[in-house]
C-alpha cells in the first residue's frame, strides 16, 4: 500500500544518532554509522524524528511500505521501558491518532502494563501538533487597520521561483517558514519591507533535496545582501535554517544571516545574527 513514511538521505547522514531517542516507536537505529528505518512496520509516517536531524536529512516520503501496525510496534516500545511507552502514546495523542492509541492502551492491559493517564496527558513530545487556543488571553479590542502588503514579486514559494528572476538581484532575501506569517500579525512591516520572500515548509513540502541546489543558485548567481530566516519555534521547522546553511555555503558565498524564531503565541523568541 501506499502511505506516509520517513527517508533518510545516506549522503547527508553523518551517523550522530540524534533521531533515534526522537522516535518513540523505536523503528530508528545507527547501522554502520548510518540512521536505518528498521522496519516499515514501525514508522507511523508522522515525522517526529525530522527535527532532530542536524543535517536535514530525514523527510517525509509516499512510497509503498507495508502497512504501520501498532501491536507489532507496542511490543517493540515495551521491551525498551515506560518512559519510552508514555513518549509513544503522547506521540499518538498528539497527532490525533485516536485509533492507534486506542489500540495501544487495550495491548497495555492486555500485557497488565499501568500507565497513569496524567502522564499522557501531559504532553510535551511534538510541539508542532500541541493544541493552543489563546483567544481568551488576547484583548477583544477591534481596531481597524489597514496594513499595506510588503509583497513586491511572484511567485514565492521555493519550488517555483526563478533562480534568474530579476527581483533577485542584489536582493535582501527573508525565507519564511509557512507558518509564521499566520503566527506573527505584523509580519509584513517587520519581516517582508523591502526584502524579496521565498516561503518552505522542511516537514511537509515534498521532495526538498533540490531546496539547497536552488537556494545555492539563487545566491551564487544575483549578488544578494543578506539573508533572513523566519521560523516556528518547533523543532522541525528548524530544518529550514539548515537547508537554507547549506545552500550558503554550497554557493562559496559569505553574506550575513539572520535567524528569527517566533513562538506559537506569535511573539518573537530570538532574533540574531549568525
Same mark, same amino acid.
Given at each position: 500500500? *501506499?502511505?506516509?513514511?520517513? /527517508?533518510? #538521505?545516506?549522503?547527508?547522514c553523518t551517523g550522530c544518532g540524534e533521531c533515534v531517542p526522537a522516535c518513540p516507536e523505536g523503528a530508528l537505529q545507527v547501522i554502520d554509522r548510518k540512521a536505518r528505518l528498521i522496519s516499515d512496520l514501525f514508522c507511523d509516517g508522522l515525522g517526529a524524528c =525530522?527535527?532532530?536531524?542536524?543535517?536535514d536529512a530525514i523527510k517525509i516520503i509516499e512510497r509503498d511500505a507495508e502497512p504501520y501496525d501498532e501491536r507489532k510496534t507496542m511490543q517493540n516500545i515495551i521491551k525498551s521501558g515506560k518512559n519510552t511507552v508514555i513518549a509513544h502514546l503522547k506521540h499518538l495523542k498528539e497527532h490525533g491518532e485516536t485509533q492507534y492509541l486506542k489500540q495501544a492502551l487495550e495491548i497495555l492491559k492486555e500485557k497488565h502494563i499501568e500507565i497513569d493517564p496524567s502522564e499522557i496527558l501531559a504532553? @510535551?513530545?511534538?510541539?508542532?501538533?500541541? =493544541? =493552543? #487556543? $489563546?483567544? &481568551? &488571553?488576547k484583548e477583544q479590542v477591534e481596531i481597524d487597520v489597514k496594513i499595506k502588503s510588503q509583497l513586491k514579486q511572484w511567485p514565492i514559494q521555493l519550488? +517555483?521561483?526563478n533562480t534568474m528572476a530579476p527581483y533577485f538581484e542584489k536582493a #535582501?532575501?527573508?525565507f519564511a517558514a509557512d507558518c509564521t506569517s499566520y503566527a506573527y500579525g505584523n509580519f509584513h512591516n517587520d519581516f517582508m519591507k523591502g526584502k524579496t520572500i521565498v516561503i518552505a515548509c522542511p516537514k511537509l513540502d515534498s521532495e526538498t533535496d533540490g531546496y539547497v541546489e536552488k537556494i545555492s543558485q539563487i545566491i551564487a548567481n544575483n549578488g544578494i545582501n543578506t539573508a533572513t530566516v523566519v521560523i516556528m519555534e518547533v523543532p522541525c521547522c528548524s530544518g529550514l535554517l539548515r537547508i537554507v546553511e547549506e545552500g =550558503?555555503?554550497? $554557493?562559496? *558565498?559569505?553574506?550575513? +544571516?539572520?535567524?528569527?524564531?517566533?513562538? +506559537? *503565541?506569535?511573539?518573537?523568541? @530570538? &532574533? /540574531?545574527? +549568525?
Amino acid at each position: 500500500m *501506499k502511505r506516509k513514511i520517513i /527517508e533518510i #538521505d545516506e549522503a547527508k547522514c553523518t551517523g550522530c544518532g540524534e533521531c533515534v531517542p526522537a522516535c518513540p516507536e523505536g523503528a530508528l537505529q545507527v547501522i554502520d554509522r548510518k540512521a536505518r528505518l528498521i522496519s516499515d512496520l514501525f514508522c507511523d509516517g508522522l515525522g517526529a524524528c =525530522i527535527g532532530s536531524c542536524p543535517v536535514d536529512a530525514i523527510k517525509i516520503i509516499e512510497r509503498d511500505a507495508e502497512p504501520y501496525d501498532e501491536r507489532k510496534t507496542m511490543q517493540n516500545i515495551i521491551k525498551s521501558g515506560k518512559n519510552t511507552v508514555i513518549a509513544h502514546l503522547k506521540h499518538l495523542k498528539e497527532h490525533g491518532e485516536t485509533q492507534y492509541l486506542k489500540q495501544a492502551l487495550e495491548i497495555l492491559k492486555e500485557k497488565h502494563i499501568e500507565i497513569d493517564p496524567s502522564e499522557i496527558l501531559a504532553s @510535551t513530545c511534538c510541539p508542532g501538533m500541541k =493544541i =493552543i #487556543d $489563546a483567544k &481568551e &488571553e488576547k484583548e477583544q479590542v477591534e481596531i481597524d487597520v489597514k496594513i499595506k502588503s510588503q509583497l513586491k514579486q511572484w511567485p514565492i514559494q521555493l519550488r +517555483l521561483v526563478n533562480t534568474m528572476a530579476p527581483y533577485f538581484e542584489k536582493a #535582501d532575501l527573508l525565507f519564511a517558514a509557512d507558518c509564521t506569517s499566520y503566527a506573527y500579525g505584523n509580519f509584513h512591516n517587520d519581516f517582508m519591507k523591502g526584502k524579496t520572500i521565498v516561503i518552505a515548509c522542511p516537514k511537509l513540502d515534498s521532495e526538498t533535496d533540490g531546496y539547497v541546489e536552488k537556494i545555492s543558485q539563487i545566491i551564487a548567481n544575483n549578488g544578494i545582501n543578506t539573508a533572513t530566516v523566519v521560523i516556528m519555534e518547533v523543532p522541525c521547522c528548524s530544518g529550514l535554517l539548515r537547508i537554507v546553511e547549506e545552500g =550558503i555555503r554550497k $554557493a562559496g *558565498k559569505k553574506i550575513p +544571516l539572520k535567524k528569527v524564531v517566533i513562538s +506559537l *503565541k506569535g511573539k518573537i523568541l @530570538t &532574533e /540574531e545574527w +549568525l
